[in-house]
């Protein structure tokens, strides 16, 4: 049988209807070694590095008083894969599978910041990016405040790379604060 989620529905108002048929184990025991699991090749280790890369990142910028080229470079592969992920999560969020709305993920990876990736390569539209870091940067921290309350969820490995958004945010919000003067 494939999945009927209609079939779940009726059986959640009606207790006659049986939600399964019979059970079939479909693998059966293996010769997985979890011992090659190490923290080394885990995504909170991923995390971690991403994480600590965007923290030098900002001190490296903060001490040359500009933004430098891989900076620059870093900021656009994280920004692009953001918005890339941030696309398949809107993507499933809008799709006719119903367990995949609401995806609270959406706060912090979202198809905007593909749009915004290129801003780092062209300066002119630095004030658009710099209205985007903020908003972005409020709904970080938002999402961090209430994250145990939401009915999502979340995998611990993802707050490192959140942190690292939220560091990177909060630069670009620094080196480039003539907007907030302007307006």
């Not at 280790?45 to 900076?71: D, H, Q």
């Amino acid at each position: 049988h494939t999945f009927d989620y209609t079939r779940i529905k009726r059986a959640g108002e009606d207790d006659t209807v049986p939600l399964i048929f019979n059970e079939q184990k479909i693998w059966i025991g293996s010769d997985y070694d979890d011992s090659e699991n190490t923290f080394f090749n885990s995504p909170m280790f991923f995390g971690v590095i991403i994480l600590l890369l965007s923290i030098i990142l900002s001190i490296y910028e903060i001490r040359k008083r500009r933004r430098a080229a891989m900076v620059r470079v870093f900021d656009f592969i994280l920004y692009v894969l953001i918005g890339l992920f941030g696309c398949i999560i809107t993507f499933l969020m809008f799709s006719s599978h119903p367990f995949t709305f609401p995806n609270y993920n959406i706060l912090w990876l979202n198809p905007f910041a593909l749009l915004f990736a290129f801003c780092f390569l062209f300066r002119s539209c630095s004030g658009a990016g710099y209205y985007y870091q903020y908003i972005n940067m409020l709904l970080i921290l938002a999402f961090m405040a209430v994250h145990f309350i939401l009915p999502q969820k979340f995998e611990i490995a993802f707050f490192p790379f959140i942190l690292a958004i939220c560091v990177r945010s909060v630069m670009y919000i620094i080196s480039n604060k003539k907007y907030l003067k302007n307006s």
